[in-house]
């Protein structure tokens, strides 16, 4: 046992309230918590003091020896007999210091934890997930869809409670409602395990609802509809809060997601507000110039020019005809590459015509592409002797 001042351990005053002691124990538990200080003796060491001064000032009637007393009320033979705590020891086992350190550990591991008195009774539902498919062309404007889902609903007979009578279940003499055991191991360490005779829900139902077979809940197929915002990404995930599975014995409900998979798209590909497009020209149309229309993906039709002299991939940028951007007025833009075909399956005119234009472009001047690209390289063709 420490001899140090509990009040100063705690770094509280002596007329400081329970909750405020509470306040300050959890706090400095957090801080010298061995899980937290590997190795550390000690941080180990003050730990145990701080518990140790815990278990007494929470409790009104050690608190009180103790303001009177001192350490010496805890002391083995108390005070010749006449203090009523003689002989004490210091118990970390169920309630007080458990009940906290149930607390931080919780921190520890980043959730909640369910008051003591209540146990897991109130479980809350299971979350849902719906898989969604939608179009290109809805993803752009926004679409409702009407979508069934298997879920469960609250047994009207027991009104969750999953008793033939419909009321509360009695408390668990085991656990005392808690719907854990715990266990003091090593003297310090708190081993916790779930209930075996209520199984973790604190309660006992001694006759079952025959509707629900006891499970307060029961199966049901739910319509709703879906409001998919315009410009919404594949893969995106929307929660819909409450629609999940119903909450047992009185618990709030899951939450329903619905993921969205953007269906591939005939003409256009899709990265993040802009679309592109592969659009085939004729040869004749790439070097002559011309006009060509295409869909847009609001169903318009959009004319685009093509420029004399076009080569094969050469994008075309069009300007706010992409996709929506989500939550915004604003548009992403169009760009259409263009893929120059030969043409095959030629008449013997058309044969002719091409003849006629190949014998008239032997300077190459028309190609100067190809004209530069050989003259790169004709150093490397073998001379011939």
């Given at each position: 046992m420490t001899e140090q001042d509990y009040y100063e351990l705690?770094?509280?005053?002596?007329?400081?309230?329970?909750?405020?002691?509470?306040?300050?124990?959890?706090?400095?538990?957090?801080?010298?918590?061995?899980?937290?200080?590997?190795?550390?003796?000690?941080?180990?060491t003050k730990f145990k003091e701080i518990n140790e001064a815990y278990e007494v000032l929470k409790d009104e009637q050690k608190r009180a020896a103790y303001d009177r007393y001192g350490h010496q009320a805890f002391a083995q033979g108390g005070m010749g007999g006449g203090n009523p705590f003689g002989g004490f020891e210091f118990n970390f086992g169920a309630g007080g210091f458990s009940d906290v350190f149930s607390d931080i550990f919780s921190e520890f591991m980043g959730g909640g934890r369910r008051g003591a008195d209540n146990g897991n009774y109130a479980e809350r539902g299971a979350d849902l997930r719906y898989n969604l498919e939608i179009s290109l062309e809805e993803a752009f404007a926004g679409v409702e869809k009407e979508i069934k889902i298997p879920t469960t609903e609250v047994c009207e007979d027991c009104h969750g409670h999953g008793t033939a009578d419909g009321k509360e279940p009695e408390v668990c003499p085991m656990c005392h409602g808690s719907g854990k055991i715990r266990k003091t191991q090593g003297g310090f360490f708190i081993v916790e395990s779930t209930c075996p005779k209520c199984k973790g829900t604190g309660r006992i139902i001694k006759e079952a609802c025959k509707k629900c077979g006891g499970q307060g809940v029961k199966p049901k197929e739910k319509m709703l509809k879906i409001k998919i915002p315009a410009g919404i990404e594949d893969g995106t995930r929307m929660r819909i809060g409450g629609e999940g599975q119903a909450g047992l014995r009185g618990g709030s409900n899951g939450d329903l997601y619905v993921f969205i998979t953007v269906k591939e798209h005939k003409l256009y590909e899709r990265e993040g507000a802009n679309l592109y497009a592969r659009i085939p020209i004729s040869m004749a149309c790439a070097a002559l110039g011309g006009?060509?229309?295409i869909p847009s993906i609001d169903g318009e039709k959009i004319e685009l020019s093509i420029t004399a002299g076009t080569q094969n991939d050469q994008v075309y940028k069009i300007k706010n005809e992409g996709m929506t951007i989500i939550r915004s007025q604003r548009r992403g833009d169009l760009f259409v590459k263009m893929r120059v075909e030969t043409p095959v399956n030629l008449t013997a005119k058309q044969k002719e015509l091409l003849e006629a234009f190949r014998a008239e472009s032997k300077d190459d001047n028309c190609q100067p592409e190809a004209k530069g690209f050989f003259d790169k390289i004709k150093d490397l063709f073998k001379s011939v002797a």
């Open positions: 705690l770094e509280v005053s002596k007329t400081a309230s329970g909750e405020e002691i509470k306040k300050a124990y959890r706090k400095m538990a957090m801080k010298y918590h061995p899980d937290r200080n590997p190795g550390d003796k000690e941080a180990e006009k060509i229309e």
